[in-house]
C-alpha cells in the first residue's frame, strides 16, 4: 500500500505490553441500522463517511487512504484482518463497505461494520491515553457533520446492545507466555470477567491466541465514562502484567527456560522450511527470552510481532501476489525468518 513505518513496527520487544487500542462504534441518526439498511443507504453511509474526514482539511485527508475493500481479493482483504486495520467480522460482512486508514495504520474507519462507523486508533504498547486522545478527536471532527444515533438516557446507540452507551471498546494486546505455561490464563480470565474485563485471542471475540498474544478489553459500555473505563481497564491490565512478570522471574533463572530459548533461536534461525504453527510459537519463545533477559543472541531488524504478521498466510500470499502451496509457504516462510534475523 505504501512504504511509511507502521505502529506494528514500533513494537517494543523488550516489554509485554505490545499494542494499546480504542475503538468506538457509531450509528447515523436517519439511516436504519446495518442489519436493516439497503444497498444504496449503505453506500450513502460511505459517502457521508468521507465527507466528514475531508472536512479535517488537506493536512488530515492526506493521511488518508481511501480502500475500496468490496473491490479487493479475500486474500488481500484478510491482510488487512492480519494487520488489526479491520475485523473478522468486517471481513465476512456482505454488501458495500468502506475503509479509511491512515499511512501508518494507526487510525482507522471502517464503514458499515456491525454499526455505521467503527472507529479505531491504535498505537505500539502501552500508549492508551494516546489512543484514546487521538480517536476522539477523530469521533468529534466526523460529529461535526454528521448527527449520530444518541439518546440522552442511554447514550450511543449501536446495534449490539452490549455496545450500547459509550461505544467505546478499550484493548490492550499483551504477550502472556508464562501465564499460558502454568494454565493460569483461565483462572485469570474468570477473574477479570467479574471486574467487567475479557481475555480473549489475537483478533478479538471469538479468536484464538497466536504466540501467547492476548487481548484484554473492557465488556460494560454503558452506565460508565470513557475514562472510568480506561482507567478499570488499566488497573486490571497491569495486574495481570506483573502476574507475568513474577512468574516469569521465577523461570529465567531455571537452566531448562534458557535451554528453550535458544532451542527456539536456533530452529528459527537455521530452519529451510517450517510451519506456521511452529513458527508462532518458536518466535513467542524467542520473544519471551529477550523480554526476560534469558536471550543475548542479536535481534532481528524488525520486532519478533511484525514477523509473525509477515508470516501469515495471507499477508504472504499477498505480498507474492500468488497462491502458494503448502511447501512452497513454509519454504518462503523459513527464508522470511532467516533473513529476519540476518542469519
Not at 481479493?73 to 458495500?96: L, M, Q, T
Not at 480517536?135 to 455496545?163: M, V
Not at 482507567?231 to 533463572?253: P, S, Y
Request: charged share 25%; glycine share 6%; hydrophobic share 40%.
Amino acid at each position: 500500500m505504501n512504504n511509511a513505518r507502521k505502529w506494528y513496527d514500533e513494537i517494543d520487544d523488550s516489554g509485554i505490553y505490545m499494542s494499546s487500542r480504542v475503538r468506538l462504534a457509531r450509528n447515523l441518526r436517519k439511516y436504519p441500522f446495518t442489519l436493516m439498511q439497503t444497498d444504496q443507504t449503505a453506500q450513502s453511509v460511505i459517502t457521508e463517511a468521507e465527507n466528514a474526514l475531508m472536512r479535517g482539511g488537506e493536512d488530515f485527508w492526506n493521511n488518508f487512504i481511501k480502500i475500496n475493500i468490496d473491490e479487493k481479493k479475500d486474500i488481500e482483504k484478510y491482510s488487512y484482518v492480519n494487520k488489526h486495520a479491520i475485523s473478522p467480522e468486517f471481513f465476512k460482512r456482505r454488501g458495500p463497505k468502506g475503509l479509511f486508514l491512515t499511512l501508518d495504520e494507526q487510525l482507522s474507519v471502517m464503514v458499515n461494520e456491525e454499526d455505521h462507523l467503527r472507529l479505531q486508533a491504535i498505537f505500539p504498547g502501552n500508549n492508551m491515553e494516546k489512543a484514546w486522545e487521538r480517536i476522539s478527536r477523530l469521533d468529534d471532527l466526523i460529529e461535526e457533520s454528521i448527527d449520530y444515533a444518541f439518546d440522552k438516557d442511554f447514550g450511543f446507540l449501536t446495534s449490539c446492545p452490549t455496545n450500547t452507551g459509550t461505544g467505546l471498546r478499550a484493548s490492550y494486546m499483551a504477550h502472556l507466555p508464562m501465564l499460558e505455561f502454568v494454565g493460569e490464563i483461565g483462572s485469570v480470565a474468570q477473574a477479570v470477567g467479574k471486574l467487567g474485563m475479557t481475555i480473549r485471542g489475537i483478533y478479538g471475540e471469538g479468536t484464538e491466541p497466536m504466540g501467547s498474544i492476548y487481548q484484554i478489553s473492557n465488556q460494560v459500555t454503558i452506565g460508565k465514562s470513557e475514562e472510568d473505563i480506561i482507567l478499570a481497564l488499566n488497573t486490571v491490565t497491569a495486574q495481570i502484567i506483573e502476574k507475568e512478570r513474577a512468574i516469569a522471574q521465577k523461570a529465567v533463572t531455571n537452566i531448562e527456560t534458557a535451554d528453550k530459548v535458544y532451542r527456539a533461536y536456533g530452529i528459527l534461525t537455521h530452519c529451510r522450511k517450517i510451519s506456521l504453527k511452529e513458527a508462532v510459537a518458536l518466535l513467542s519463545e524467542v520473544r519471551f527470552g529477550y523480554v526476560s533477559g534469558a536471550l543475548k543472541e542479536k535481534r532481528p531488524k524488525n520486532n519478533i510481532y511484525a514477523i509473525m504478521m509477515n508470516i501469515q498466510n495471507a499477508l504472504m500470499q499477498h505480498n507474492c501476489g500468488r497462491s502458494l502451496r503448502e511447501a512452497e509457504a513454509d519454504a518462503l516462510r523459513a527464508e522470511f525468518i532467516r533473513n529476519s534475523f540476518s542469519i
